[in-house]
């Protein structure tokens, strides 16, 4: 029961807290296959100051942004590959993913997190080792339903979750931005 109150107590104070940063920095290989956490999320959540949607939104978009930035940054997985198979059935995609996990090239490429909140803005920024992507092109195909086959939609789920997206090093960064509301 006293661990339970605690947990209350800290979880109440964080409602408080105006400036948290946190740091994370692993390689493609230690990164797959997990869920990472996005512990100020939920702590924001319980202490009030967002709601369950906004927690949700934002998970999802945080867990997109950084499967992105694993396969298709890191591993250099390209998207249409999921829509080509093998004798055995087996998508190129899948079999390309197993293959560069065992390539020290790709999978000790590393990925770098950046958590911060300060003044009401969370603010997560990704930062993977690939080659990049031309996303200003990718960003005005998008709004081209037409070209949109089974995959494609991870803007969308960013947006979603988050206020601000943006692109730096020719892709190779990306920076989410979630505006909390001053009242809480």
């Given at each position: 029961l006293?661990?339970?109150r605690?947990?209350?107590?800290?979880?109440?104070?964080?409602?408080?807290?105006?400036?948290?940063?946190?740091?994370?920095?692993?390689?493609?290989?230690?990164?797959?296959?997990?869920?990472?956490?996005?512990?100020?999320?939920?702590?924001?959540?319980?202490?009030?100051?967002?709601?369950?949607?906004?927690?949700?939104?934002?998970?999802?978009?945080?867990?997109?942004?950084?499967v992105?930035?694993?396969?298709?940054?890191?591993?250099?997985?390209k998207s249409?590959?999921?829509?080509?198979?093998?004798h055995?059935?087996?998508d190129?995609?899948?079999?390309?993913?197993?293959?560069?996990?065992?390539?020290?090239?790709?999978?000790?490429?590393?990925?770098?997190?950046r958590?911060?909140?300060?003044?009401?803005?969370?603010?997560?920024?990704?930062?993977d080792?690939g080659?990049?992507?031309?996303?200003?092109?990718?960003?005005?195909?998008?709004?081209n339903p037409?070209?949109?086959?089974?995959?494609?939609?991870g803007m969308?789920?960013?947006?979603?979750?988050?206020?601000?997206?943006?692109?730096?090093g020719?892709?190779?960064?990306?920076?989410?931005?979630?505006?909390?509301?001053?009242?809480?």
């Amino acid at each position: 029961l006293s661990e339970v109150r605690l947990r209350e107590d800290r979880d109440r104070l964080f409602r408080y807290v105006r400036e948290q940063f946190t740091e994370y920095t692993c390689t493609s290989a230690e990164l797959v296959g997990q869920r990472f956490p996005l512990m100020i999320v939920e702590k924001l959540f319980r202490a009030g100051r967002i709601d369950l949607d906004t927690k949700l939104k934002i998970e999802l978009g945080f867990q997109e942004a950084l499967v992105n930035s694993l396969e298709h940054g890191n591993l250099e997985l390209k998207s249409e590959w999921k829509e080509q198979f093998n004798h055995e059935g087996i998508d190129r995609y899948t079999s390309t993913k197993r293959e560069r996990l065992q390539d020290p090239h790709f999978s000790q490429r590393l990925i770098r997190l950046r958590i911060q909140l300060a003044r009401n803005i969370l603010s997560i920024n990704i930062k993977d080792e690939g080659p990049g992507f031309l996303y200003k092109e990718y960003l005005s195909a998008r709004d081209n339903p037409a070209k949109l086959l089974c995959y494609g939609r991870g803007m969308a789920l960013l947006s979603n979750g988050f206020d601000e997206v943006s692109y730096q090093g020719r892709g190779t960064e990306i920076n989410m931005v979630k505006y909390l509301t001053a009242g809480c």
